[in-house]
């Protein structure tokens, strides 16, 4: 059985180093929960410091406090 990771990440602009972003994704109505549940994300971008769109950078947060 695998470790589970207790990584955590957060996502800056490749431009401006923002955390001001958004990112395409699509969703899927669950019925039993009432909610939106992510499906599948897009490769798509945006910076809305820089007002356009950006690569983004995943960068690695130090562990939650427990």
Same mark, same amino acid.
């Given at each position: 059985m695998g *470790? #589970?990771?207790n990584k955590r990440v957060?996502? #800056?602009c490749k431009q401006c180093g923002s955390t001001n972003v958004i990112s395409d994704a699509r969703a899927e109505w669950d019925v039993p929960s009432q *909610?939106?549940?992510v499906a599948g994300h897009y490769d798509s971008a945006e910076c809305l410091d820089c007002e356009d769109e *950006?690569?983004?950078i995943e960068v690695e947060l130090a562990p939650a406090s427990t």
């Open positions: *470790q #589970v990771s957060t996502y #800056v *909610q939106w549940i *950006q690569d983004l």
